[in-house]
């Protein structure tokens, strides 16, 4: 076993680090909070030019034919800076799905203009429900001709005020005995009449948006995979872009360790650095602790991803184990810093909004404790 | 042992709550809600309280008060934080403290008018080197014979914009050997020539003050206690006694969420079977805020308060809410982080904002590690070094 990552991912990582700190500053996550797209266009070409979007896609479209693994490192890096925009979206949301079930005229058409950035997508599959299970799709999809015709409402879709196409998950059968049967993906151009987005205000100041479909005609060669077994597509993208989330979350609490422990031995009260406290350096400890536990369990999973072998329970662990992990760093960072880090200019409440958001994408802790619960061999509704 | 209140304590009870029910409105609330201070609303409730002798109800009746207990104070404290009303009351608590340390002629002075709801006070304590470390604020006061002059800068006043005076711990003596016996407090009017006052917006909204002192002139006769004899004031605020905490503002929050749970949206419980475990904890630690809040009041009234009574409940207290409020995120599950204004959003987004407050309440006026340091030495005895 080794954990070190390879001289080629060290060369990413340290070449993500240095632009990302040049080119995304606070200034521009915090511009990019209030602005309507959410994302610098900028800055977006320039990734694209450095093979970000392409990173783990086949040179034959034009990417870079690294791997997952390759671009969990890349994800780590704009964790810790927030980096805002459809970048998450667009490769795990939207690109990954279309290399895995894609037909080749679909990888074709579509993966050349991710890579190159001249196109967003994400996934439009949450609903009333909230929840990331087949049974809460209820969005219709009927047949019409050599179209489908969709009808639904889709919330919390990241990104989609900015999408060129969603990947709308939606119901053509709904006699199939499982809720997991009858589902559908379905590549919809977001010009396509019908569709109507309206942004919800989050804590995270993301762009998660209501979608709504009414008589949204796609045609049927827009098809992702097979009709009705869409949710081996999507259950496979859940737990990818859980994994995904994992090692942008762990950039994230790296960032919060790292601008705690200087803090702590700097500041100074009763005539001595704080971090001279037990107290505090225990709130230090745990939060490395949660860091480093993280880290390995995000990876872990990333790993086996990235390396072919079965990947479903890490998912799990690792975005249990992480959503909460989190949250608890920001705390300690926050409780660490006192009065100074719950004013808005300060940089914690950027981790500390972006930590509840990460925890609840894609399934908070408890639902993949169910997840993890059922493997252990337990009736879990 | 006794666990009931006294007659006298039901019917002040009653009567605060009878008199919130109907003049502490939605547009009190609204004004509390915003975390933008004491507006006008808030404002005219305070006075019409003042007016019937309800905002320091511990005072003696000569200074607007009832002569009642620390037990009254809770019960006020909580009908008002019930109510969403606005608190803290920083005058009542100077109040408290000119009653111990002050002169006849500041009693007089102030009293009376924090008692009708005239006078409000900002804390001025913390400066941006002195946070935990109270003992280290440089604000200076020069003498200059029957006055000080002021100069400095103080941090996180979260009631300076709102309030006639400032409770202002200065330094006399740069040169004192041990620094906590340099400080004088001052009460200054905040309308003196010299002082400016510049917002801070917490994460969450809340409004709060940087102010700044350039040669700001405050009379000696604004000087409680001695000059270099601040400490023993600060000292006689936190440990002479106090009304505990109570659960207020978080139990009507807790009532309205299981209403909204058991009758709006019945079916997120009935999907998640963790909901009514979490939710009847939370109601246990509300319950223990109040009676451990209530007991540290009771106790206080005996004259046998502790030096960890105040402490325990702070902690307690702002910690069981903090766990509310994540518990509450949870529940509302995606829902739960769409703001006030946002399409869907829950109850208007006031948990949300409750969340996004929350860090600040185990910071702030005593932070939960200086809290649980008070109880580890000067409760439990434990060794400084």
Known sequence: MDVRLSEEQEILRKSARDFLSDK??????????????????????????????????????????????????????????????????????????????????????????????KAIFTLALTEASGKYDAASVKAKATPDGSNYVINGIKLFVPDGNVADYFLCVARTDDKAKKAEDGITVFIVDAKTSG????????????????????????????ILGELNRGWDVIQKTIERAAIAKCCESVGGMQAVLDMTVPYVKERVQFDVPIGVFQAIQHHCVNMLVDVESSRVIAYEAAWKLSNGLPYSREAAMAKAWVSD???RVVALGTQSHGGVSIIEDHDMPLYFRR????EIAFGDARSHRKTVARELGFKVA | MDFELTPEEKAFQ???REFLDEHCTEKVVAET?????????SKELIRKMGARNMLAPRWPEEYGGRGMGFMAETIKVHELTYHRGPFPLDGVEIGNTLLMCGTEEQKNKFLPGIARGEIEFALGYTEPNAGSDV????????????????????????EAHFSEYHWLLTRTDPSAEKKHRGLTMLMVDLKSPGITIRPLVTSAGLRTNEVFYEDVHVPKANMVGEKNGGWAVIMSALYGGMGGGSSGASRFHFETLMKYLLEEKPEIAAENPWIPDAMADIYIKLHLIDVIGLRASAMSDLGLATPYDGPVSHIFGNESRRQFCNVVMQILGPYGQLAEGSKYAPLRGVFLRQYMDSPRWTIVHGSSEIQRLVIATRGLGLPRK
């Open chain 2, 33 to 41: 809600e915003s975390m933008l201070g004491e507006g006008p609303y």
């Open chain 1, 325 to 327: 992990a989190y949250q």
């Open chain 1, 24 to 117: 995304c500053p606070r200034t521009l996550v915090r511009e990019m909070e209030q602005d309507e797209k959410g994302y610098s266009p900028q800055l977006w070409k320039e990734i694209a030019d450095l093979g970000w979007m392409g990173l783990a896609f086949p040179e034959e479209y034009g990417g870079g034919g690294m791997s997952f693994l390759d671009l969990a490192i890349l994800l780590e890096e704009m964790g810790r800076v927030c980096f805002p925009g459809p970048f998450f979206s667009t490769v795990i949301l939207g690109g990954l799905p279309i290399l895995d079930a894609g037909s080749d005229t679909q990888k074709k058409k579509y993966l050349p203009d991710i890579i190159s950035g």
């Open chain 1, 355 to 358: 930590a509840k958001a990460a």
């Open chain 2, 14 to 16: 009653k009567e605060v």
């Open chain 2, 135 to 158: 003992a280290s604020v440089q604000l200076r006061a020069v003498d200059n014979g029957d006055e000080f002059i002021l100069n400095g800068q103080k941090i996180y006043n979260t």
């Open chain 1, 195 to 222: 569709i109507s987005t309206t942004v919800l205000k989050t804590i995270a100041r993301d762009k998660q948006c209501e979608v709504v479909f009414k008589d949204v005609k796609v045609p049927k060669e827009n």
